[in-house]
């Protein structure tokens, strides 16, 4: 299993709208061996660029709701049918109450979509692995969105929550994410024992993000 490279478009103004599919086919163009690259794009992009492109497509939330009345609703079954693989859930921009989250990951799981749950704190990290996703993934709230990245700010918390999930759930790894910017960062998150990262700002904000990212896949 390659390490997991999840870049997370939120709604950055170089990622949304139009932009989205644009991003996108610059990113699909960074060929890589040593990871498995995801991206998940904003909520109304989602299906242009997942028909789009030939990247792995995650959603950034799904709500529990199923294909009839729900009004606003994100269902991981019409997530399955365009073609999107997984979903973040609970991510500290989007956190669902743990009794939901819990029958959303059910619901995930029967629709066979893949779910990485976000968690702020190593005790979050603790409740949400019996929820035994795929992935979970540990990213401090201070550190979203900033330069210093939690590899170099958390690396004792990292190793722990790969610690305690491993405990809980066999099957679930972990990820971090916040502030990841470097090549660098990834090689740490990866000696730290987590299976990827989550990143945010660095790849939409850089200059060229295709280039960008292709030296921190190097
Ligand atoms: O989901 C990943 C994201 O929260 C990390 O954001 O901008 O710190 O890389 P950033």
Known sequence: MKPLILLNFKTYPEAVGKKALILAKKLEKVKTKKYELV???????????????????????TDLAGLGAYTGKISAEELKKIG?????LNHSERKVPFPVLKKIVADCKKHKLITVICASSLAEATEIAKLKPDYLAYE??????????????KPVIIAKAV???????????????????????IQKALQLGTKGVLIGHVVPKAKDPAKFLKEMLR
């Open 39 to 61: 991206i998940a794009p904003s909520l109304p992009t989602l299906e242009e660029v997942t028909v789009g492109t030939s990247l792995t497509v995650y959603s950034q939330h």
């Open 84 to 88: 999107v693989r997984g979903t973040i």
């Open 140 to 153: 401090p709230i201070e550190l979203i969105g900033g330069e210093v990245s939690v590899t170099k700010a």
């Open 163 to 185: 610690e305690v999930v491993k405990k809980i759930s066999t099957k679930t790894k972990v990820l971090c994410g916040a502030g990841v910017h470097s090549r660098e960062d």
